[in-house]
């Protein structure tokens, strides 16, 4: 079965702090989403890739294919940071749907 | 923002009552998904489609229909709602299959 496991659940960090949130998924992915989820509810793509590097802004998205595996990175992080950030996998042949972690929450304390 | 309209925006209804949930986009986007999200799991596939009068189903599609008569519609409906059914519901599209997905505000639906 088709899987994507995140880590860690919930973090913690202050304001200014680094901040790496992971991303797992079995064989065969064609690209990765993550995405961010407003403490109200609201849900917004933050990057889709399927190799290499994106960054936008403080946000930085990587993945290594041979691995399996993805990070999203904050840097410099604010309190408006705080969300729950959710990776996808789209596998292949899935005519592009997501299968999604369960999301990690961020708190960034000021 | 990608246009994407989620109708209701809340909804309560009783055991066994139909339902039915309206998506509408101004993107003029081919495929469109439905997915519900609940406590403990992360957002689950019901029914996409990849066209008008094209769907498909999803991961949890038991209890749910939909219907796509025109690009910019995309209704779901429990023809008779269960409490398992309490959720929130959200809308996304795309432009194609494997491609950056918008999603809606999310519906918050309480079936009692």
């Known amino acids: 079965k088709n899987e994507v496991e995140q880590s860690p659940q919930n973090l913690t960090a202050q304001e200014g702090e680094f901040i790496t949130i992971n991303c797992s998924y079995s064989v065969g992915i064609s690209a990765l989403h993550w995405l961010q989820q407003h403490p109200g509810g609201g849900i917004v793509s933050l990057f889709m890739?399927?190799?290499g590097k994106k960054k936008h802004g403080r946000l930085i998205a990587t993945i290594n294919i041979q691995e399996k595996h993805s990070s999203l990175h904050i840097t410099a992080s604010h309190p408006r940071d705080s969300a729950v950030y959710i990776c996808?996998?789209?596998?292949?042949?899935?005519?592009?749907?997501?299968?999604f972690g369960k999301g990690t929450k961020l708190s960034v304390k000021p | 923002d990608a246009g994407i309209t989620q109708s209701p925006r809340h909804k309560v209804t009783e055991t066994g009552t139909p339902v039915t949930l309206r998506c509408h986009q101004t993107?003029?986007?081919?495929?469109m998904y439905w997915y519900r999200q609940d406590p403990g799991h992360g957002l689950r596939l019901i029914h996409y489609?990849?066209?008008?009068?094209?769907?498909d189903k999803g991961e949890v599609s038991d209890g749910y229909s939909v219907s796509r008569s025109k690009t910019e519609d995309f209704l779901l409906t429990l023809e008779s709602a269960t409490s398992s059914q309490t959720s929130v519901y959200f809308c996304?599209?795309?432009?194609?299959?494997?491609?950056?997905?918008?999603f809606g505000a999310g519906t918050r639906l309480s079936v009692l």
């Open positions: 489609s990849y066209g008008v009068k094209d769907t």
């Open positions: 890739l399927s190799s």
């Open positions: 996808a996998a789209i596998y292949g042949g899935s005519q592009g749907n997501l299968i």
């Open positions: 993107e003029n986007h081919r495929y």
């Open positions: 996304a599209i795309s432009e194609q299959g494997g491609y950056i997905q918008y």
